[in-house]
């Protein structure tokens, strides 16, 4: 009778075991994958970060493009963290200047795509 109980506790236990494994590494998935929620349709040279820098990001909104390459304009840590404030009040996502900085003090935002980096 035991071993008819431990036969059966051993065989939930092996069927278990995958949907365990399955749903860490389901989590783990969700935290690290990147989702592209749009077609990406940007441009070459991004516009400069002056005082109508704002006007510039709506004009870009309004012509249907969804994210900036942002390496010419927004070269500042502070340019850039206007740029990403610009981009989510306008729904664009952005490839920003890395501005020097290093990855820890990356900026992080849902709107930042990633960083742009030159050798």
């Given at each position: 009778m035991i071993r008819i109980v431990g036969a059966r506790a051993l065989i939930l236990l092996c069927f278990s075991i995958p949907k365990l494994h399955s749903a860490e590494t389901n989590q783990l998935t969700q935290l690290t994958t990147f989702v592209q929620d749009r077609i990406a349709i940007g441009f070459w040279?991004?516009?400069?970060?002056?005082?109508?820098?704002e006007?510039?990001?709506?004009?870009?909104?309004?012509?249907?493009?969804t994210f900036v390459l942002?390496?010419?304009?927004?070269?500042?840590?502070?340019?850039?963290q206007r740029e990403l404030k610009l981009c989510e009040k306008f729904d664009l996502k952005?490839?920003?200047?890395?501005?020097?900085?290093?990855?820890?003090?990356l900026p992080q935002s849902p709107n930042c795509w990633g960083y742009f980096g030159a050798d």
């Open positions: 040279v991004d516009p400069p970060a002056d005082n109508q820098m006007e510039h990001y709506k004009d870009i909104a309004d012509a249907n493009f942002s390496c010419f304009g927004a070269t500042t840590p502070q340019a850039v952005a490839v920003v200047a890395m501005a020097g900085l290093s990855a820890d003090k």
